[in-house]
Protein backbone atom coordinates (compact mmCIF):
# COMPACT_ATOMS: atom_id res chain seq x y z
CA UNK A 1 0.00 0.00 0.00
CA UNK A 2 1.16 3.67 -0.76
CA UNK A 3 0.45 6.12 1.75
CA UNK A 4 0.38 9.97 0.63
CA UNK A 5 1.02 12.17 4.31
CA UNK A 6 0.39 15.81 4.38
CA UNK A 7 3.95 16.87 5.23
CA UNK A 8 3.03 20.34 6.67
CA UNK A 9 -0.10 19.55 8.30
CA UNK A 10 -0.35 20.55 11.68
CA UNK A 11 0.72 22.79 14.80
CA UNK A 12 4.40 20.86 14.68
CA UNK A 13 5.13 20.05 10.94
CA UNK A 14 7.40 18.82 9.58
CA UNK A 15 9.46 17.48 12.55
CA UNK A 16 6.62 15.93 14.30
CA UNK A 17 5.21 14.55 10.96
CA UNK A 18 8.78 13.16 9.27
CA UNK A 19 8.99 11.50 12.96
CA UNK A 20 6.05 9.73 12.59
CA UNK A 21 6.33 8.47 9.59
CA UNK A 22 9.45 7.00 10.67
CA UNK A 23 8.39 5.06 13.48
CA UNK A 24 5.49 4.21 11.35
CA UNK A 25 7.86 2.69 8.31
CA UNK A 26 9.69 0.84 10.90
CA UNK A 27 6.64 -0.75 12.66
CA UNK A 28 4.07 -1.55 9.63
CA UNK A 29 5.90 -3.74 7.15
CA UNK A 30 3.01 -3.70 4.92
CA UNK A 31 3.36 -0.25 3.39
CA UNK A 32 5.14 -0.53 0.70
CA UNK A 33 5.88 3.48 -0.31
CA UNK A 34 5.18 6.62 1.74
CA UNK A 35 4.26 9.86 0.00
CA UNK A 36 5.65 13.21 1.20
CA UNK A 37 3.83 16.19 0.48
CA UNK A 38 5.32 19.32 1.53
CA UNK A 39 8.32 21.95 1.18
CA UNK A 40 10.51 19.50 -0.48
CA UNK A 41 13.49 21.84 1.11
CA UNK A 42 12.29 21.45 4.54
CA UNK A 43 11.41 18.07 4.25
CA UNK A 44 14.27 17.13 2.95
CA UNK A 45 16.70 18.88 6.21
CA UNK A 46 14.52 16.46 8.13
CA UNK A 47 15.57 13.13 6.54
CA UNK A 48 18.70 12.61 8.23
CA UNK A 49 18.27 13.22 11.28
CA UNK A 50 15.06 10.65 11.09
CA UNK A 51 17.38 7.59 9.30
CA UNK A 52 14.82 8.67 5.62
CA UNK A 53 17.52 9.90 3.79
CA UNK A 54 17.29 7.55 0.25
CA UNK A 55 15.24 5.71 1.75
CA UNK A 56 13.88 3.54 -0.26
CA UNK A 57 9.91 3.55 0.70
CA UNK A 58 10.31 6.78 1.09
CA UNK A 59 9.50 9.81 -2.32
CA UNK A 60 8.60 13.58 -1.90
CA UNK A 61 6.10 15.52 -3.78
CA UNK A 62 6.54 19.42 -3.71
CA UNK A 63 3.52 21.55 -2.78
CA UNK A 64 4.51 25.41 -2.46
CA UNK A 65 1.41 26.19 -0.02
CA UNK A 66 -0.16 25.45 3.23
CA UNK A 67 -3.44 25.89 4.31
CA UNK A 68 -3.32 27.65 7.85
CA UNK A 69 -5.50 26.61 10.54
CA UNK A 70 -6.98 30.11 10.71
CA UNK A 71 -7.97 29.95 7.23
CA UNK A 72 -11.13 29.14 5.39
CA UNK A 73 -11.24 25.45 4.14
CA UNK A 74 -12.52 26.59 0.65
CA UNK A 75 -8.53 27.94 0.04
CA UNK A 76 -7.89 24.44 -0.40
CA UNK A 77 -10.07 23.85 -3.48
CA UNK A 78 -9.95 27.55 -4.83
CA UNK A 79 -7.00 29.55 -3.34
CA UNK A 80 -4.01 27.28 -3.09
CA UNK A 81 -4.48 24.47 -4.94
CA UNK A 82 -0.86 23.60 -4.68
CA UNK A 83 -1.67 23.49 -0.89
CA UNK A 84 0.01 19.63 0.80
CA UNK A 85 -3.47 18.83 1.24
CA UNK A 86 -4.47 19.75 -2.17
CA UNK A 87 -1.85 17.64 -3.62
CA UNK A 88 -2.18 14.81 -1.51
CA UNK A 89 -5.87 14.59 -2.21
CA UNK A 90 -5.12 15.08 -6.07
CA UNK A 91 -2.64 11.78 -5.76
CA UNK A 92 -5.58 9.59 -4.53
CA UNK A 93 -8.21 11.03 -7.16
CA UNK A 94 -5.64 9.55 -9.88
CA UNK A 95 -4.82 6.49 -8.32
CA UNK A 96 -0.93 6.86 -7.52
CA UNK A 97 -1.81 6.33 -3.70
CA UNK A 98 -4.25 4.24 -1.73
CA UNK A 99 -4.95 6.95 1.11
CA UNK A 100 -4.12 10.47 2.39
CA UNK A 101 -3.10 11.23 5.94
CA UNK A 102 -2.89 15.06 7.18
CA UNK A 103 -2.91 16.34 10.60
CA UNK A 104 -3.51 19.88 9.12
CA UNK A 105 -7.14 21.81 8.55
CA UNK A 106 -9.95 19.61 9.18
CA UNK A 107 -12.28 21.55 6.94
CA UNK A 108 -9.68 21.38 3.86
CA UNK A 109 -8.94 17.84 4.36
CA UNK A 110 -12.51 17.49 4.17
CA UNK A 111 -13.68 19.94 1.05
CA UNK A 112 -10.47 18.64 -0.56
CA UNK A 113 -10.90 15.09 -0.30
CA UNK A 114 -14.73 15.50 -1.10
CA UNK A 115 -13.90 18.03 -4.10
CA UNK A 116 -10.76 15.39 -6.03
CA UNK A 117 -11.99 12.09 -4.44
CA UNK A 118 -15.76 12.47 -4.35
CA UNK A 119 -17.94 10.84 -2.89
CA UNK A 120 -18.60 6.58 -2.57
CA UNK A 121 -21.60 5.17 -4.83
CA UNK A 122 -24.78 5.72 -3.04
CA UNK A 123 -22.94 8.11 -0.23
CA UNK A 124 -24.40 11.33 0.07
CA UNK A 125 -22.18 12.91 2.72
CA UNK A 126 -19.47 12.14 4.45
CA UNK A 127 -18.98 12.01 8.14
CA UNK A 128 -15.79 12.05 10.26
CA UNK A 129 -15.86 8.85 12.64
CA UNK A 130 -14.00 9.46 16.23
CA UNK A 131 -13.48 7.04 18.66
CA UNK A 132 -13.57 7.58 22.37
CA UNK A 133 -12.03 5.54 25.31
CA UNK A 134 -14.72 4.41 28.28
CA UNK A 135 -14.01 2.84 31.58
CA UNK A 136 -15.45 -0.28 29.70
CA UNK A 137 -13.89 -0.02 26.64
CA UNK A 138 -14.73 2.42 23.59
CA UNK A 139 -16.86 3.77 21.32
CA UNK A 140 -17.32 5.79 17.58
CA UNK A 141 -19.25 9.30 17.37
CA UNK A 142 -20.21 9.64 13.95
CA UNK A 143 -19.86 12.59 12.56
CA UNK A 144 -17.57 14.53 14.27
CA UNK A 145 -17.61 17.41 12.21
CA UNK A 146 -17.57 16.56 8.18
CA UNK A 147 -21.23 17.69 7.53
CA UNK A 148 -22.90 20.30 10.19
CA UNK A 149 -26.31 20.37 8.27
CA UNK A 150 -28.01 17.03 7.83
CA UNK A 151 -30.77 15.38 6.89
CA UNK A 152 -32.31 11.98 8.10
CA UNK A 153 -30.93 10.55 5.61
CA UNK A 154 -27.22 11.21 6.10
CA UNK A 155 -27.63 10.14 9.73
CA UNK A 156 -28.82 7.00 8.68
CA UNK A 157 -25.58 6.20 6.72
CA UNK A 158 -23.72 7.53 9.23
CA UNK A 159 -25.15 4.99 11.25
CA UNK A 160 -24.23 2.36 8.87
CA UNK A 161 -20.65 3.51 7.90
CA UNK A 162 -20.36 3.94 11.91
CA UNK A 163 -21.44 0.26 12.08
CA UNK A 164 -19.21 -1.09 9.84
CA UNK A 165 -16.09 0.95 11.71
CA UNK A 166 -16.85 -0.36 14.45
CA UNK A 167 -17.02 -4.01 12.89
CA UNK A 168 -13.99 -4.01 10.66
CA UNK A 169 -11.68 -2.06 13.06
CA UNK A 170 -12.67 -2.01 16.61
CA UNK A 171 -13.96 -5.96 16.10
CA UNK A 172 -17.32 -5.63 17.51
CA UNK A 173 -19.56 -8.45 16.31
CA UNK A 174 -23.02 -6.75 16.89
CA UNK A 175 -22.51 -3.27 17.60
CA UNK A 176 -25.37 -1.28 19.80
CA UNK A 177 -25.89 1.76 17.40
CA UNK A 178 -27.64 4.84 19.79
CA UNK A 179 -29.19 8.01 18.33
CA UNK A 180 -27.85 11.13 20.06
CA UNK A 181 -31.14 13.13 21.51
CA UNK A 182 -31.69 15.34 24.72
CA UNK A 183 -33.78 12.14 25.96
CA UNK A 184 -34.74 8.40 25.42
CA UNK A 185 -38.08 8.38 24.73
CA UNK A 186 -38.76 8.74 21.23
CA UNK A 187 -41.55 11.85 21.81
CA UNK A 188 -37.75 13.85 22.84
CA UNK A 189 -35.29 15.73 20.48
CA UNK A 190 -36.25 18.12 17.13
CA UNK A 191 -37.38 17.16 13.86
CA UNK A 192 -33.74 16.18 12.83
CA UNK A 193 -33.81 13.36 15.29
CA UNK A 194 -37.60 12.21 15.48
CA UNK A 195 -36.90 11.99 11.21
CA UNK A 196 -34.02 10.00 11.70
CA UNK A 197 -35.29 7.63 14.44
CA UNK A 198 -37.97 6.15 12.70
CA UNK A 199 -35.71 5.58 9.96
CA UNK A 200 -33.34 3.80 11.77
CA UNK A 201 -36.13 1.65 13.51
CA UNK A 202 -36.75 0.43 9.65
CA UNK A 203 -33.54 -0.16 8.78
CA UNK A 204 -32.10 -4.09 8.45
CA UNK A 205 -28.75 -5.39 9.84
CA UNK A 206 -28.06 -3.14 12.16
CA UNK A 207 -28.47 -3.40 15.95
CA UNK A 208 -29.93 0.14 16.98
CA UNK A 209 -31.09 0.97 20.13
CA UNK A 210 -33.00 3.78 19.95
CA UNK A 211 -32.00 7.48 21.71
CA UNK A 212 -29.20 8.30 23.59
CA UNK A 213 -28.14 11.14 25.86
CA UNK A 214 -25.05 12.78 26.22
CA UNK A 215 -24.57 11.64 29.80
CA UNK A 216 -25.18 8.14 28.56
CA UNK A 217 -22.58 8.04 25.95
CA UNK A 218 -19.56 7.19 28.35
CA UNK A 219 -21.07 4.23 30.36
CA UNK A 220 -20.89 1.56 27.73
CA UNK A 221 -24.77 1.45 26.10
CA UNK A 222 -23.56 1.98 22.86
CA UNK A 223 -20.52 1.26 20.25
CA UNK A 224 -21.71 4.13 17.77
CA UNK A 225 -23.41 7.64 18.80
CA UNK A 226 -25.12 8.96 15.63
CA UNK A 227 -25.45 13.24 15.14
CA UNK A 228 -25.01 15.65 12.65
CA UNK A 229 -21.67 16.72 12.37
CA UNK A 230 -22.51 20.66 13.88
CA UNK A 231 -23.76 18.34 17.41
CA UNK A 232 -20.52 15.80 17.02
CA UNK A 233 -17.90 18.58 16.90
CA UNK A 234 -19.46 20.24 19.84
CA UNK A 235 -19.47 16.89 21.96
CA UNK A 236 -15.67 16.48 20.72
CA UNK A 237 -13.91 19.52 21.28
CA UNK A 238 -16.20 19.85 24.46
CA UNK A 239 -14.73 16.17 25.47
CA UNK A 240 -11.33 17.05 25.19
CA UNK A 241 -11.63 20.12 27.22
CA UNK A 242 -12.96 18.76 29.95
CA UNK A 243 -10.42 15.88 30.06
CA UNK A 244 -7.58 18.65 29.93
CA UNK A 245 -9.22 20.73 32.58
CA UNK A 246 -10.08 17.41 34.70
CA UNK A 247 -6.39 16.30 34.81
CA UNK A 248 -5.13 19.93 35.46
CA UNK A 249 -7.74 20.31 38.35
CA UNK A 250 -6.86 17.02 39.57
CA UNK A 251 -3.02 17.98 39.60
CA UNK A 252 -3.90 21.41 41.33
CA UNK A 253 -5.28 19.95 44.19
CA UNK A 254 -2.63 17.03 44.75
CA UNK A 255 -0.05 19.86 45.38
CA UNK A 256 -1.61 21.73 47.64
CA UNK A 257 0.14 19.36 50.67
CA UNK A 258 3.12 16.73 51.08
CA UNK A 259 0.22 14.21 51.95
CA UNK A 260 -1.48 14.32 48.60
CA UNK A 261 1.73 13.95 46.72
CA UNK A 262 2.42 10.82 48.32
CA UNK A 263 -1.20 9.45 47.95
CA UNK A 264 -0.52 10.83 44.10
CA UNK A 265 2.91 8.34 43.99
CA UNK A 266 1.01 5.62 44.85
CA UNK A 267 -1.55 5.73 42.51
CA UNK A 268 1.19 7.06 40.02
CA UNK A 269 0.04 4.02 37.53
CA UNK A 270 -3.77 4.21 37.66
CA UNK A 271 -3.56 8.25 36.68
CA UNK A 272 -0.58 7.27 33.42
CA UNK A 273 -3.31 3.97 32.44
CA UNK A 274 -6.00 6.95 32.63
CA UNK A 275 -3.65 9.29 30.55
CA UNK A 276 -2.71 6.96 28.28
CA UNK A 277 -6.93 5.79 27.55
CA UNK A 278 -7.67 9.38 27.12
CA UNK A 279 -4.81 10.08 24.47
CA UNK A 280 -5.98 11.34 21.01
CA UNK A 281 -2.24 10.19 20.16
CA UNK A 282 -3.62 6.26 21.05
CA UNK A 283 -6.00 6.36 17.83
CA UNK A 284 -4.04 8.32 15.67
CA UNK A 285 -6.68 9.95 13.28
CA UNK A 286 -10.61 10.06 12.50
CA UNK A 287 -11.55 8.53 9.18
CA UNK A 288 -13.36 10.42 6.68
CA UNK A 289 -15.87 7.99 5.83
CA UNK A 290 -17.74 8.00 2.93
CA UNK A 291 -15.45 9.23 0.29
CA UNK A 292 -13.78 7.37 -2.67
CA UNK A 293 -10.69 6.79 -0.94
CA UNK A 294 -9.09 6.51 2.11
CA UNK A 295 -8.48 10.19 4.11
CA UNK A 296 -7.33 9.90 7.85
CA UNK A 297 -7.59 13.32 9.86
CA UNK A 298 -4.99 13.49 12.41
CA UNK A 299 -5.70 15.98 15.55
CA UNK A 300 -4.01 19.84 14.99
CA UNK A 301 -1.76 19.25 17.62
CA UNK A 302 -0.38 15.52 16.68
CA UNK A 303 2.45 14.05 18.72
CA UNK A 304 5.35 11.68 16.41
CA UNK A 305 3.36 9.02 18.19
CA UNK A 306 -0.38 10.04 16.61
CA UNK A 307 1.28 10.69 13.08
CA UNK A 308 2.56 6.92 13.46
CA UNK A 309 -0.67 5.55 14.60
CA UNK A 310 -3.29 7.56 12.05
CA UNK A 311 -1.01 5.75 9.23
CA UNK A 312 -1.58 2.60 10.95
CA UNK A 313 -5.29 3.45 10.48
CA UNK A 314 -5.07 4.36 7.05
CA UNK A 315 -3.30 0.69 6.69
CA UNK A 316 -6.34 -0.83 8.33
CA UNK A 317 -8.96 0.76 6.54
CA UNK A 318 -7.03 -0.82 3.13
CA UNK A 319 -6.47 -4.15 4.58
CA UNK A 320 -9.87 -4.68 5.88
CA UNK A 321 -12.00 -3.32 2.43
CA UNK A 322 -13.66 -0.64 5.03
CA UNK A 323 -14.97 1.12 1.76
CA UNK A 324 -16.42 -1.89 -0.25
CA UNK A 325 -18.35 -2.89 2.69
CA UNK A 326 -19.76 0.95 2.72
CA UNK A 327 -20.87 0.56 -1.08
CA UNK A 328 -22.36 -2.96 -0.26
CA UNK A 329 -24.38 -1.76 2.46
CA UNK A 330 -25.61 1.15 1.36
CA UNK A 331 -26.83 -0.51 -2.19
CA UNK A 332 -28.67 -3.18 0.30
CA UNK A 333 -30.28 -0.82 1.96
Known sequence: MIIAVDAMGGDNAPDIVIQ??????SEYKAIKKVVLVGDKEKVEK??????????????LVHAS??????EP??????????????????LAKEGKVDAVVSAGHT????AASVVRMRNLEGVLRPGIVTPFPTPDGEFVLVDAGATPECTPENLVQFALMGNIYAQKILKINNPRIGLLSNGEEESKGNELTKGTLKLLRETKNINFIGNIEGKEIFDNKVDVVVCDGFTGNVVLKF???LAKGLFKMIKEKIEVNPKRKVGALLAKNAFKEVKNASDHAEYGGAPLMGVNGVCIIGHGSSCPRSVKNAVRVATEFIQFGVNDTIIERIKDQ
Open 20 to 25: GVAQAL
Open 46 to 59: LLPENNLANHPKIE
Open 65 to 70: QVVEMH
Open 73 to 90: STLAIRGKKDSSITVCTN
Open 107 to 110: GAAV
Open 239 to 241: AQG
